[in-house]
């Protein structure tokens, strides 16, 4: 709300401004940016409204209030619908030449209706609108100030975040090539899993491949960066190599943090285990010491997903992480695993502040399975040439 009132508040001082300076058309000022600024952030409704109010006040400052309005409106309501998400530059260029012709059209049919001619329309009001929409291209700066200010995340950071050459995902790809494997398995579940729920698919591909940034820190105590049958967990006891295990989760907190990932890249890490325990080394305790063995040394320690993409993710992990230890990848078996998983983690309670419906995840398991399917897909054997 502090965001959306401050820029609605200054696009007005600026018409203001501008206004007061008489020598200087008021059409010089980029309004559609306003609306595009919004619309990165929230969403093209809001964007929308927030045009049309902010116009409706800056009418009343200019000297024709009516044209001001048939201009602004419209320019600013098509460029939010051109502007679907503000992923790359080229985006914006388009827009911004969108904004200069519904601009230019909007005034020559006012003017024709107003001088009935060609010859009374006053053309030189048509550099404005070009200056206009050559000022919209601000709007990708104006956006990573946003950002730093207000904590926000827009698609541009996102993509940014997910290149495979980042440093941190680069130094996982090094130091942990297993694990990035992984995560990128999980990401490609996780993505097509909520771009089909409507949520972010962004933000989701972006958490997918951070969550397991901690197994960065000791890199051979996960089984997936494990090589020539070196376990160093035969050394340790089973609560210490639970701890270990599970402090790659705050780890990963630590490490997102000192590398600048933002907060809701790090909520991906922190909720993709919840409050499940270590299972392999929690029931092996359990058997060794046949007795109850005091589970909060064997227990993530949250908190739970609160979103639809952070529960997507860390029903992505875990599937992902099970489907490996599957001896036969056959419809039955995947389907099977993916039931038992959903099952374990509605009665663990693991989902209950994750807003899915019983649909929701019906749609998950249908698009896990189907993933899957293509992930283990068997390939025929090639028939040997006869000598």
Aim: hydrophobic share 45%.
């Amino acid at each position: 709300v502090t965001f959306t009132l401050m820029m609605m508040l200054m696009m007005i001082i600026f018409c203001r401004i501008i206004v007061s300076a008489n020598n200087v058309s008021v059409y010089i000022v980029p309004f559609t940016a306003l609306a595009l600024i919004i619309r990165t952030f929230l969403d093209a409704r809001l964007a929308i409204f927030v045009n049309t109010i902010t116009a409706l006040i800056v009418g009343f400052m200019v000297p024709n209030g009516y044209e001001f309005l048939l201009l602004s409106i419209p320019a600013g309501t098509i460029a939010v619908i051109s502007q679907n998400k503000l992923q790359r530059r080229d985006q914006l260029i388009l827009t911004s030449i969108i904004i200069f012709f519904v601009y230019a059209f909007t005034y020559f049919g006012i003017s024709l209706i107003q001088e009935a001619s060609l010859a009374g329309i006053d053309w030189t009001i048509i550099k404005w609108f070009a200056i206009n929409a050559a000022l919209t291209l601000i709007t990708y700066l104006v956006v990573f100030v946003i950002e730093k200010t207000f904590g926000f995340v827009s698609d541009v950071t996102l993509i940014e975040l997910s290149y495979s050459n980042q440093k941190l995902l680069r130094k996982l790809a090094e130091e942990a090539p297993g694990t990035f494997q992984h995560s990128l398995q999980v990401a490609n579940l996780a993505e097509e899993a909520v771009l089909r729920l409507s949520g972010n698919p962004l933000l989701v591909r972006a958490g997918a491949l951070y969550h397991d940034i901690g197994k960065l820190t000791a890199p051979q105590y996960f089984i997936e960066n494990q090589a020539l049958g070196i376990n160093p967990h035969d050394q340790l006891s089973f609560e210490e190599s639970a701890k270990i295990i599970m402090e790659h989760v705050s780890r990963g907190v630590d490490l997102a943090r000192k590398h600048k990932i933002p907060e809701q890249i790090i909520d991906f890490i922190k909720t993709h285990h919840g409050t499940t325990k270590t299972s392999y080394f929690f029931i092996e305790s359990n058997n060794q010491n046949n007795q109850e063995t005091d589970e909060s040394r064997f227990t993530y320690p949250g908190p739970l997903p609160s979103t639809r993409e952070t529960a997507v993710v860390m029903l992505a992990d875990s599937i992902e992480a099970a489907s490996r230890s599957l001896d036969k990848k056959d419809n039955d078996s995947l389907k099977n695993l993916i039931d038992k998983i959903f099952q374990q983690k509605i009665e663990a309670g693991q989902l209950d502040y994750a807003p899915l419906t019983f649909n929701d995840i019906s749609l998950l398991k249908e698009i896990f399975l189907e993933k899957l399917h293509n992930i283990y897909h068997v390939r025929i054997n090639y028939p040997q040439k006869d000598l």
